[in-house]
Each structure stands twice: as C-alpha cells, then as structure tokens.
C-alpha cells in the first residue's frame, strides 16, 4: 500500500526558512495537503492541491511537489509556527485519505 | 463559518461500543461538495481516517476497522455520528470530526475541537 514518509522533527531558528518534506512514490503525480496541529488543537488546513492557500492563511506557508517528494515551506519561522505538520493525499486505489506520520516543527 | 462539535462520553468499557455525535453549524450538511469524516489520534501519534458519510446516506471505511464501524448521518439535525463496536484499550484517542470538500484529491477543510475517549474498565 501507499506510504507517505516524513522527517520525525525539524529545527529551525526563528525568521529562517523551514522546509518539511514529505515522501512517497512518485508523490508528484498526486494532489498534498498540508495540516498544521498545534497541542491539543485539532487539525488546520494549511496547503491544499500542493500549493494553494486557504483563506487566513498567512502568505509565508507555501508547497511544492515533484518526483518522490513534497514540500511544505515556512518563510521567516516565528515561534507561533512551531507544531506538528502533517501531509495528507488521497489514495486512490484504496479510495481513502492517507495521511503521513507528522512533523514537529521546533523554533529554536 | 462552518463549525463542527462533537460529543459523547469520555469513558468507554472494553468490549462495549463506542458512540459519538458531531453536530455541524454555519454551514449545510447536505452540500452535494462535501462529505463528513471522522479521524482519530491516539495520545502522542498521528491521525487515522475512521470513515466517512456522504448527504446521501452512502458510507465509505478504513479497512483497518470496516468490521467495528458504522457511520450515520441526521441531516434534519444537522449531524452525523460514529459507533465502533468491541472497543478495546487500543481504541484510546482523540476522536475528530471533519468535512472533507470532494474534488478527486479530497481535503479536509474544517475540523471540530476533537474529543478523548478512553477505554478502560
């Protein structure tokens, strides 16, 4: 079955860049989102269709996708941004969302 | 602005079964762009798709739990909700409510707060 592979934790200090990445079999023939989960907090939509942003979401969040890898990218990190990040495709043989195991992103 | 909250009880026994209720606001839970999910995420760990209802009743589940689910939608009350069956200590989480806007490459756009359900004795 499909698997999405992403870095257990990322650490970047703040007003840097972040890049958390999401892996998986030739990913970039699919449609990632993003999620954004802050402790006990559900789930915020961030990225949908690999780069679109939802309303409210601030313009430092972006993504990209290509080949075997998917990026969610944090310009200029604040220490509000620090949370875990999850990617999320849709499965299409199985016909459910997959999601990837989560990053937790750390503003040093 | 769509919102979603769930309830039920927090406390469940092993072998008994598992029932929760989201109710939906702000929004029509018979949009023919969207459906309604429920994910959970056990304490420390990731988020797990349980299953989903369409406005017309059609349900769609993890395989993983296909045989302990059932899903079902009050669209006159505006809510849908979630039973799983033979509970066990393993189905400890944080349960979540969500609408999924179906485009091919579905995306969950609105979330409720979530919800812990324990199961112990």
């Known amino acids: 079955s499909y698997m999405l592979t992403q870095p257990p934790s990322v650490s970047v200090a703040p007003g840097l860049t972040a890049r958390i990445t999401c892996g998986g079999n030739?990913?970039?023939?699919?449609?990632v989102h993003w999620y954004q989960q802050k402790p006990g907090q559900a789930p915020i939509l961030v990225i949908y269709?690999?780069?679109d942003r939802p309303s409210g979401i601030p313009e430092r969040f972006s993504g990209s996708n290509s080949g075997n890898t998917a990026t969610l990218t944090i310009s200029r990190v604040e220490a509000g941004d620090e949370a875990d990040y999850y990617c999320q495709v849709w499965d299409l043989i199985g016909d459910h969302p997959l999601f990837g195991g989560g990053t937790k992103l750390a503003v040093l | 602005q769509v919102q979603l909250q769930e309830s039920g009880p927090g406390l469940v026994k092993p072998s008994q079964t598992l029932s929760l209720t989201c109710t939906v606001s702000g929004g029509s839970i018979s949009s023919g762009s969207h459906y309604w999910n429920w994910i959970r995420q056990p304490a420390g760990k990731g988020l797990e798709w349980i299953g989903r209802i369409y406005t017309n009743g059609h349900t769609n589940y993890n395989p993983s739990l296909k045989s302990r689910v059932t899903l079902s939608l009050d669209t006159s009350n505006s809510r849908f909700s979630l039973r799983l069956y033979s509970v066990t200590a393993a189905d400890t989480a944080v349960y979540f409510c969500?609408?999924?806007?179906?485009?091919?490459?579905?995306?969950?756009?609105?979330w409720g707060p979530g919800t812990l359900v324990t199961v112990s004795s």
């Open positions: 030739n990913i970039g023939s699919k449609r």
């Open positions: 269709y690999d780069s």
């Open positions: 969500a609408r999924a806007y179906s485009s091919g490459w579905d995306y969950f756009d609105y």
